[in-house]
């Protein structure tokens, strides 16, 4: 399946939560970075592949997160990425993580990316996968 859009599955382990009972905050961005790695591979590579066979690197730019509702442990979630929007050197995701049992959405997120080289210089995105991220965004509807 070649489109900017993917859905992942995962369950709150007590070790997310916080004295409250409730996920860590910090914890959503790590689920954020589960569900863009999926996206990827369902793309057709993966992270190690940008970076070991073409020196590419995707640093965080911006990254936020609002919260709706807290998730608790032993919760099944979904997390459903979307690329949203696709430059020469930065890739735009979009993030809506929901409870499995009711559907509620639990939290809203984003995050910039500027593509690198190992030096940590700003570069272009080999054009490899540069042409995969826009056929599929084309697919959303969205401008690429």
Known sequence: MNEAFSETRLRVRYAETDQMGVVYHANYFIWFEIGRVELL??????????????????????????????????????????????????????????????NELLAEGETTHVVTNAAMKVSSIP??????????????????
Do not use: W
Request: proline share 2%; net charge positive.
């Open 41 to 102: 591979r369902q793309l057709g590579f993966s992270y190690r592949d940008m970076e070991k066979d073409d020196g590419c690197f995707i640093a965080v730019a911006d990254a936020r997160c609002r919260y709706k509702a807290p998730a608790r442990y032993d919760d099944e979630l979904i997390v459903r990425t979307h690329l949203k929007n696709v430059r020469e050197s930065v890739l735009h995701f979009s993030y809506k993580l929901l409870r499995e049992s009711d």
């Open 127 to 144: 054009q490899k996968y540069l042409q995969i991220f826009r056929n599929a965004v084309s697919k959303t509807g969205q401008v690429p």
